[in-house]
């Protein structure tokens, strides 16, 4: 099976900057879209960023010019660098990827992954 974990959230104040990282692990072939999504309470989850394998890039309006999603291939490893964090973006966010991985006996197959989540706290 694939495993996707996530690192790097935590407590910044406002305007300030983190990074976070989501490391594929598993049987892995191959990896396609990787995605980091944000889950406010109360609110839906909603996509932050996304990069294809040859690392063509998508970000929500809300975050242009502010992250910056890369990956590292070799690596399994897709990155969020968050800057000028608002008051208004405290959320859980959620690293996403499509895989296609060996299956355990059974054939190799694409399927959707989720990381469990990493906490970022924007509060002065």
């Known amino acids: 099976q694939v495993q996707l974990v996530e690192s790097g959230g935590g407590l910044v104040q406002p305007g300030g900057s983190l990074r976070l990282s989501c490391a594929a692990s598993?049987?892995?072939?191959?990896?396609?879209?990787m995605d980091w999504y944000r889950q406010a309470p109360g609110k839906q989850r909603e996509l932050v960023a996304s990069i294809t394998r040859d690392s063509t890039t998508n970000y929500a309006d809300s975050v242009k010019g502010r992250f910056t999603i890369s990956r590292d291939n070799g690596r399994n490893t897709v990155y969020l660098e968050m800057k000028s964090l608002k008051p208004e973006e405290p959320a859980v966010y959620y690293c996403?990827?499509?895989?296609?991985?060996?299956?355990?006996?059974?054939?190799?197959?694409?399927?959707?992954?989720w990381g469990q989540g990493t906490q970022v706290t924007v509060s002065s």
């Open positions: 598993g049987s892995i072939l191959s990896i396609y879209d």
């Open positions: 996403y990827a499509d895989v296609f991985a060996a299956g355990g006996g059974r054939l190799p197959e694409r399927k959707d992954y």
